[in-house]
Structure formats: structure tokens, C-alpha cells
């Protein structure tokens, strides 16, 4: 069973970074696809960005591209979410979200429909 457990999260003033972690553990092999999608309140889930542990590939959202970086530590099977630059509007509960696989359509099907394992999700609140 594949298990995603995220830490960082909490307060910061607009404009301010904040970096977000996922440690992930049980894939059954090397190749998988995880990444970051929040939610705000009233509002749609969201897709952050995500990578692929095969090649790095990474898709963002329209909304935080240029703003937000992923990174993934094979090694550590522990993907990051660099937040710069933050806006009020970047308020959500944060979640990590990751599937197995290799295909890039695959991987961008899952990065708008929704991943196959999910975190628990962490707080972000960002003040103007």
C-alpha cells in the first residue's frame, strides 16, 4: 500500500516562499508519478504540479507556474513543493497525490483527474 505523509505547511505573509514536503513509501516499482494538488474552500480541487520519478517531466498549474517549483529526491522517494512568491489566493489545504506509471499522458491525465493514493493534506494560509 502505497502511504504519502506531508510535512511543512503553516502561515506566511504574502509574497513570503514556504516549502512543502512528501515522504511516499509501498510502490511496487521505480516508476511513478507524484506531485501536489490543493484545495481552497468552496473551491475545486486543483492541480499544483506534479513529476515523474522516471524523467523528471513536471506539469504546473496555470496558476502557480513561474511561482512554484517541484522537485522529487529519488533516493528519499520524497517529492518537494517550493512556494515563492505566495499570494492570498494560494490559501488551501495542500495535498500529495501520487499514481504509478511511466506514460506522460498517463501522468498528465492523473495531474487533472486526480491521483490514485493520497496524503492526508497540510495547511497553507497565506496573509495579506
Known amino acids: 500500500e502505497v502511504q504519502l505523509v506531508e510535512s511543512g505547511g503553516g502561515l506566511v505573509q504574502a509574497g513570503g516562499s514556504l516549502s512543502l514536503s512528501c515522504a511516499a513509501s509501498?510502490?511496487?516499482?521505480?516508476?511513478?508519478?507524484i506531485g501536489w494538488f490543493r484545495q481552497a474552500p468552496g473551491k475545486e480541487r486543483e492541480g499544483v504540479g506534479c513529476?515523474?520519478?522516471?524523467?523528471?517531466?513536471?506539469f504546473y498549474g496555470e496558476s502557480v507556474r513561474g511561482r512554484f517549483t517541484v522537485s522529487l529526491d529519488n533516493a528519499k522517494n520524497t517529492v518537494y513543493l517550493q512556494m515563492n512568491n505566495l499570494k492570498p489566493e494560494d490559501t488551501a489545504v495542500y495535498y500529495c497525490?501520487?499514481?504509478?506509471?511511466?506514460?506522460?499522458?498517463?501522468?498528465?491525465?492523473?495531474?487533472?483527474?486526480?491521483?490514485?493514493?493520497w496524503g492526508k493534506g497540510i495547511l497553507v494560509t497565506v496573509s495579506s
Open positions: 497525490g501520487a499514481a504509478e506509471g511511466r506514460s506522460p499522458v498517463k501522468m498528465y491525465q492523473r495531474f487533472r483527474n486526480g491521483m490514485d493514493y
Open positions: 509501498g510502490f511496487s516499482g521505480d516508476d511513478y508519478f
Open positions: 513529476i515523474s520519478s522516471r524523467d523528471a517531466t513536471t
